[in-house]
């Protein structure tokens, strides 16, 4: 199976995907002005994301439904799965969330392709 991860910030607008994801809920590392400039593909801004409490339950649950997900598509023959994350302004949290994901998808045996759509977008 084929999966294709992605980041997004909603004030760009919204992504369509199979399955899309709001992280706005997530602590927001841009408000953590050492931490602001940086993308989520940094350790130190994925850490602040990854080690949070609701960081934590979110991605028990979502690992949970893609496990399940992934299982069924391919058990119909469906070799194309797309994901979308969003946050305020895709840099930090989905960014993050997109990455850890793609890693861990990966270590399942899956092919994963994962973007930033708004990454490089001013950091503010």
Known sequence: ???????????????????????????????????????????????????????????????ALLTFVCVALQAGKRQ????????TGGRHRSVAISEHLAAWLRQKGYQVVCTHRDMMQEAG
């Open 1 to 63: 199976m084929h999966i294709t991860l992605f980041s997004f910030g909603f004030k760009y607008g919204y992504a369509e995907a199979d399955y899309v994801f709001d992280l706005r809920f997530l602590p927001n590392p841009y408000w953590d002005l050492a931490l602001r400039p940086y993308p989520g593909t940094d350790a130190r801004v994925a850490s602040y994301v990854l080690n949070h409490p609701e960081t934590i339950e979110f991605l028990a649950l979502v690992q």
């Open 80 to 87: 194309e799965l797309s994901i979308a994350f969003g946050c």
